[in-house]
């Protein structure tokens, strides 16, 4: 959120912005949801830290997957944008439905995303599928980045563990997001695997238990 309201505020610096009530008020409602979704973040992330002591109390309640999708990508527009990069989302799953809790469920699949653009590279490149079978749901999150090595792989979910960048200095964090990830797919009942390369960019596959729905 903090990199996306960054980017409204310079927005609003624009001349020609400011020079545009539409505009100006466009960049005024990004800043106000992604406050909102920052503070939502920070109390996920106090709860993830509780979680070394205790289990996390998750909130689980019918979940369609694909419009959550769809509006995270959309309040990351400013910063794919600013790549000059694009966002795919294919929606192959015919049903998307499964028991989460809204909150958790929408972090960790935002941390999935930015991953992909902090480790973009040159060009960023996103692309979000979904596939289901009956009894579980899978999303991938595929990126074409700088990908990573095996030994990156091994352990990449590892609280604080930091991979090395290389030339990237812009890349910015603590090593929490994918540890995070990782915790609340399996406290979803769910799986993640990663697969990647080098120069040739990462995919995070996860797979959750599908709901049923009644007849």
């Known amino acids: 959120p903090l990199a996306t309201i960054s980017l409204a505020v310079d927005a609003l610096k624009n001349d020609k912005v400011r ?12 800043i106000k949801d992604e406050n909102q979704r920052m503070n939502k973040q920070v109390e996920t992330i106090l709860q993830a830290a509780i979680s070394d002591r205790q289990a996390v109390n998750l909130r689980k309640q019918p979940l369609h997957v694909h419009p959550l999708i769809g509006d995270l990508l959309n309040h990351y527009q400013l910063q794919i944008g600013e790549k000059n990069g694009s966002a795919e989302l294919v929606l192959n799953a015919q049903q998307d439905l499964i028991q989460a809790d809204p909150e958790h469920f929408r972090n960790l699949i935002s941390n999935l995303i930015d991953n ?26 595929e990126d074409q980045g700088i990908g990573m090595n095996k030994e990156t792989q091994k352990r990449i979910f590892e609280k604080f563990y930091r991979a090395h ?32 390369s080098p120069g040739k960019g990462s995919v995070f596959t996860l797979e959750f238990p599908q709901t049923p729905i009644e007849s």
């Open 19 to 30: 020079g545009n009530v539409e505009k100006t008020e466009y960049f005024r409602d990004i």
């Open 116 to 141: 992909a653009i902090k480790y973009a590279g040159e060009q960023l490149r996103i692309r979000i599928v979904t596939q289901s079978n009956g009894s579980h749901l899978t999303i991938r999150v």
């Open 165 to 196: 960048t290389g030339n990237l200095h812009n890349v910015k964090g603590f090593g929490l997001g994918l540890s995070y990830v990782k915790e609340m797919v399996q406290a979803h009942g769910g799986k993640i695997r990663v697969e990647s």
